[in-house]
């Protein structure tokens, strides 16, 4: 079964920057597109970004120009790199493949944006 662990969220200023990662099983992220969702309160869950072969990556709106997303094969780890944050960013944001998410959500990792 495949597991999916997020990590890295936490409480930032408006303005700061966060990394997020998730550690995967074995093999996933070399072989799937992968993507970060996250889902605010009282919100559905939403696509943030995702990364496919030769490294290809797609954005939201809302994530262009602030938000990276990346992969390290070897480590079975993907990242978002998140700057210039908003209050509006705050959402727990969890990982999974894209388009389609394949396999069972992980808990997510909870950032909250705020002064």
């Known amino acids: 079964q495949v597991q999916l662990v997020e990590s890295g969220g936490g409480l930032v200023q408006p303005g700061g920057s966060l990394r997020l990662s998730c550690t995967t099983s074995?093999?996933?992220?070399?072989?799937?597109?992968m993507g970060w969702y996250r889902q605010a309160p009282g919100k559905q869950r939403e696509y943030v970004a995702s990364?496919?072969?030769?490294?290809?990556?797609n954005y939201a709106d809302s994530a262009k120009g602030r938000f990276t997303i990346s992969r390290d094969n070897a480590k079975n780890t993907v990242y978002l790199q998140m700057n210039r944050l908003k209050p509006e960013d705050t959402a727990v944001y969890y990982c999974?493949?894209?388009?389609?998410?394949?396999?069972?959500w992980g808990k997510g990792t909870l950032v909250t944006i705020s002064s």
């Open positions: 999974n493949s894209a388009p389609s998410q394949r396999f069972d």
């Open positions: 074995e093999g996933i992220v070399s072989i799937y597109t």
């Open positions: 990364i496919g072969g030769g490294s290809s990556t």
